[in-house]
Structure formats: C-alpha cells, structure tokens
C-alpha cells in the first residue's frame, strides 16, 4: 500500500525558511513524480512544485518560483521542499502526492491535483508577519 507522509511545517516569521519532507513508502519510488499542493484556510487548493521520476525535471507555481526548491533522494525514498524567503501568503497546509503517471517523459511535470494518486496527510506552515 502507498504511503505518504509530510512533515516539516511549522510558524516562522517573514523571510525565513522551512524543509518540508515527503517520504514515501509501500512501492517502487523512484518511477513517480511527486508535487507539492497547499491549501490555505478559505481557499482551493493551489499547485506548488513538482519533480519528475528521473528528476530531471522540475516545475514551479509562479508564486513560489525563485523562493521553493523541489528535490528527491530516491535512495531515502523522500521528497523535500526548501521554502526560502516565506511570505504571510505561503501561510496553508502542504501537501505532497504521487503521479498517476509511471514514468514518462523526462519532462513531465503534471499540475492538476487529478494528474496525481496518492496524496499526504499535510503539514501546516504558519508565516508570520
């Protein structure tokens, strides 16, 4: 069975960082994509980053370009996302999930939540102003 877990989150204040973690279990890792989703309180749930199977490839949401840094280690079998330079804005729960897709192409990077099976519990980052 796939299994998703983040964590990470946490209250910082304007301008900080936070390294999210998403270690997966229950299958063969290294062959999906994962992304990162956020959901603030109120809001739709709003695509972030994502990085292909062969991490080769990685997206970002415009908001979040520059700031975010999405990166694997197959090896750990997780996903992390770096969060440099955090706003009141990225204040949401996070969470990660897997492609449907196995593989594909070297430069598929999926944004919409259906493009994605298996999804985290979510991690709550708090920005303070």
């Known amino acids: 069975q796939v299994q998703l877990v983040a964590s990470g989150g946490g209250l910082v204040q304007t301008g900080g960082s936070l390294r999210l973690s998403c270690a997966a279990s229950?299958?063969?890792?290294?062959?999906?994509?994962v992304g990162w989703f956020r959901q603030a309180p109120g809001k739709e749930r709003e695509f972030v980053a994502v990085?292909?199977?062969?991490?080769?490839?990685?997206y970002y949401a415009d908001s979040v370009q520059g700031r975010f840094t999405i990166s694997r280690d197959n090896a750990e079998r997780t996903v992390y996302l770096q969060m440099n330079s955090l706003k009141p804005e990225d204040t949401a729960t996070y969470y990660c999930?897997?492609?449907?897709?196995?593989?594909?192409?070297?430069?598929?990077?999926?944004?919409?939540?259906?493009?994605?099976?298996?999804w985290g519990q979510g991690t709550l980052v708090t920005v303070s102003s």
């Open positions: 999930a897997q492609t449907r897709r196995y593989r594909g192409a070297i430069d598929y990077t999926p944004t919409f939540g259906s493009d994605f099976e298996y």
């Open positions: 229950g299958h063969i890792f290294s062959n999906y994509g």
């Open positions: 990085i292909n199977w062969s991490t080769v490839s990685a």
